[in-house]
């Protein structure tokens, strides 16, 4: 099992930037893959981007360029966000994919609110 907390959301103008970090309760080099997803209201819940053990990235293509995943090296992994468009206005949930064998269980953190406006 892994718990994840996260942290860093809040309200930021058209254009700024935000850090948020999802803290686990284990390394990350033990957790196959670490994403962050949000969900907007009457939305379904979407990628993000996501990061493996290995470092392998991947974005959705509405945040490509303007967004990054990384890791600490230890039990932490940050989303990088620049030039904040409205459209981004979610709630955005960390999420860890631990595998066993041939099974994969999703963990996932509480959420926290990221609005941009002005």
């Known amino acids: 099992q892994v718990q994840l907390v996260e942290s860093g959301g809040g309200l930021v103008q058209p254009g700024g930037s935000l850090r948020l970090s999802c803290a686990a309760s284990?390394?990350?080099?033990?957790?196959?893959?670490m994403g962050w997803y949000r969900q907007a209201p009457g939305k379904q819940r979407e990628l993000v981007a996501e990061i493996t053990s290995g470092g392998r990235t991947n974005y959705a293509d509405s945040v490509r360029g303007r967004f990054t995943i990384s890791g600490d090296n230890k039990n932490t992994v940050y989303l990088q966000m620049n030039s904040l468009k409205p459209e981004d206005t979610a709630v955005y949930y960390c999420?860890?994919?631990?595998?066993?064998?041939?099974?994969?269980?999703?963990?996932w953190g509480q959420g926290t609110q990221v609005t941009v406006s002005s």
């Open positions: 999420n860890s994919k631990l595998q066993s064998g041939p099974f994969t269980t999703d963990y």
């Open positions: 284990r390394s990350i080099f033990s957790i196959a893959v």
